[in-house]
């Protein structure tokens, strides 16, 4: 084995059939296309996966939100909760089922809305609820 430009960064030589040649050949360069032809389709699944639960993340936090805001517009006129809960909380989330609850002191509205799932890979589609209670505004409390 000899060693050439020893000053600017060594390349290693190796005697082959027709003499001396790089040690880091074309074979190299395939095997490096075949671990990335491998690894591609699930470093791509993974990214898929992250998005989607990132997509799920914002949802829930945009469902507890529309319970929230229904919930507090039922509070404020519990006489037409379910009308008002319902207007409230499709204001900020479409395609959510709404159902209230009016007791003697509470207020409580239940969002629910199906997620579908990642459109390339069909990930499970999931159901998102958020239940939230509030006093009811229109009684006097001692």
């Known amino acids: 084995m000899q060693r050439s430009g020893e000053g600017r960064g060594s ?3 190796t005697e082959g059939e027709n003499g001396p040649r790089l040690c880091g050949d074309d074979r190299d360069r395939g095997q490096a296309t075949l671990e990335m ?3 591609l389709p699930l470093l791509v699944l993974c990214v898929a ?3 989607w639960v990132g997509q799920v993340m914002a949802m829930q936090v945009r469902v507890e939100n529309a319970a929230r805001e229904g919930a507090r517009a039922a509070a404020v ?3 037409v909760a379910s009308v008002v809960a319902q207007q409230a909380a499709t204001r900020s989330l479409d395609g959510a089922s709404v159902s209230t609850s009016v007791g003697p002191e509470f207020v ?3 969002v629910t809305i199906d997620v579908d799932g990642v459109p390339i890979i069909n990930l499970g589609s999931r159901t998102l609820e958020a239940d939230v209670a509030m006093r009811r505004e229109d009684i006097n409390l001692p």
């Open 37 to 39: 032809a491998l690894i």
């Open 11 to 13: 390349v290693l030589l």
């Open 108 to 110: 409580e509205v239940t």
């Open 49 to 51: 996966g992250i998005v």
């Open 77 to 79: 006129q519990p006489e």
